[in-house]
Nanobody, 124 residues
Framework: DVQLQASGGGLVQAGGSLRLSCAAS????????IGWFRQATGKEREGISCIDSSDGVSYYVDSVKGRFTISSDNANNTVYLQMNSLKTEDTAVYYC?????????????????WGQGTQVTVSN
């Protein structure tokens, strides 16, 4: 069975850091791109970063560029999202998802597999 297990969320003060993990199983990891999405209360889910597991090419939306870093550990089929300089507006449920690498990896309606969410709360 395909599984994406997101973890690492929590409560942190503004300016702090968290590292999210997405452990994948049940599919050929290198054939897929893994994306991180988030959904704040009352807002639509948005893609914020993704990485091609095969070549390591990564993408970020402007709101997280320079603060978040995505990386892939192919030996362990795990993708990480290092989040630094967190802001209150980063508060959301964070999800990881996978899509075949030839397709766009930040389109939430195009992803093939989804993990459960992990809550990130940034306080003042």
């Amino acid at each position: 069975d395909v599984q994406l297990q997101a973890s690492g969320g929590g409560l942190v003060q503004a300016g702090g850091s968290l590292r999210l993990s997405c452990a994948a199983s049940g599919f050929t990891f290198e054939d897929y791109a893994i994306g991180w999405f988030r959904q704040a209360t009352g807002k639509e889910r948005e893609g914020i970063s993704c990485i091609d597991s095969s070549d390591g090419v990564s993408y970020y939306v402007d709101s997280v560029k320079g603060r978040f870093t995505i990386s892939s550990d192919n030996a362990n089929n795990t993708v990480y999202l290092q989040m630094n300089s967190l802001k209150t507006e980063d508060t959301a449920v964070y999800y990881c998802a996978a899509v075949l690498r030839e397709y766009a990896c930040l389109a939430s309606n195009g992803m093939d597999y989804w993990g459960q969410g992990t809550q990130v709360t940034v306080s003042n």
